[in-house]
């Protein structure tokens, strides 16, 4: 077993490498590979040194597995290169998702989408993963009509930039004018009303996407969707505000229960004594943390909830490893 890690020196890059080894994948053999500005560095992984090699030189090392964090245009050039002498590329770029032939995964939810033939896989966005994993098992009870979403998402959303601006604003870093920011303003003590790019609609790239792969994931293009997307100065955990619409009629406890007994979920939702989900709780954690569940009595059939996750682990380096883990066990 041949795994390669494509972009393994960045932030998720890394975190996958941490999670490939908490989560004791097997393999024979690791290939770290990065863009040419950091082949020849070192990268320790179960007590070895591993050399960082470009990406044409892991395409020749013909990995069974290339899990790429190296954005959608390395993705767009290398991973049809990959996939075509039989690797099996896991990639979370936005670069794949809404292309018909190619399976947007959340394993707990459509890993039956992965076929012997799907050579590239796509990770969803990390503010989809754990919005659609709560929702899930909602869906398959109550029948999801229209959801209405508010994100809150960490700076390290926007990779090392939004971390660094963050505290460089925080006085943490010294300002060093030739840093770039992430964002167009201050993020320190503010919110953005703003993730991605804007688009002609006056919607953003972000909000589309909640759209989009949300429809693709759990099979239902005819859900009413609509987003907003915030950046607010928190460091790590993205937590999402989510109003959904059912055609179904359902009960609080059955809601409670649904999401209890769903894998990757902790229900947190006992307002009662301030436990609800946190971002510094979610913070290097796994798991998808729910609360705040209550019924929206301004329509029919409608309910309130509260969803936050670690946006780097479940909401990319995780989803990626359970991905390639599922190979293994049923494709490979």
């Not at 590329?89 to 989408?113: C, G, H, K, Q």
């Not at 971390?163 to 993020?187: K, S, V």
């Not at 109003?243 to 179904?248: I, L």
Request: glycine letters at 6%.
């Amino acid at each position: 077993m041949r795994i390669a890690v494509v972009g393994a020196t960045g932030l998720v890059g890394s975190k996958m490498l941490q999670v490939l080894d908490e989560q004791n994948v097997k393999m024979d053999k690791l290939i770290v590979a990065a863009s040419e500005r950091s082949v020849g560095k070192e990268i320790v992984f179960r007590g070895q040194n591993h050399r960082v090699v470009s990406v044409e030189e892991a395409i020749a090392s013909r990995p069974d597995i290339a899990i790429f964090s190296a954005g959608a245009s390395a993705s767009k050039q290398y991973a049809p290169q990959f996939a075509a002498q039989g690797t099996y590329v896991v990639d979370n770029s936005s670069a794949w998702r809404m292309f018909p032939e190619i399976p947007l995964v959340v394993p707990e939810i459509n890993a039956d989408t992965i076929t012997k033939d799907t050579h590239i896989i796509a990770n969803p966005n990390c503010s989809t993963i754990e919005m659609v994993l709560a929702l899930a098992p909602l869906h398959k009870a109550f029948d999801i009509k229209r959801l209405v979403i508010a994100t809150y998402q960490s700076v390290s959303g926007s990779g090392l930039k939004g971390i660094n601006q963050l505290d460089r604003e925080e006085g943490h870093m010294p300002c060093i004018p030739t840093t770039p920011n992430a964002y167009p303003h201050q993020i320190y003590r503010n919110v953005l009303p703003h993730g991605g790019d804007f688009c002609p609609n006056g919607y953003t790239t972000e909000e589309e996407k909640l759209v989009n792969e949300t429809r693709k994931i759990l099979r239902a293009p005819q859900i009413a969707i609509t987003a907003t997307v915030c950046r607010v100065p928190v460091t790590g955990g993205h937590s999402e505000a989510v109003n959904v619409e059912f055609n179904k009629p359902f009960e609080l406890d059955e809601v409670r229960r649904l999401l209890e007994n769903y894998p990757g979920i902790v229900v947190q939702d006992d307002p009662a004594n301030n436990v609800y989900p946190m971002a510094i709780n979610a913070y290097d954690n796994d798991e998808v943390f729910v609360g705040r569940l209550r019924r929206d009595f301004s329509i029919a059939n409608g309910l309130n909830f509260w969803v936050v996750s670690d946006n780097i682990r479940k909401g990319a380096a995780t989803n990626a490893v359970q991905i390639a883990q599922y190979l293994i066990k049923n494709i490979l």
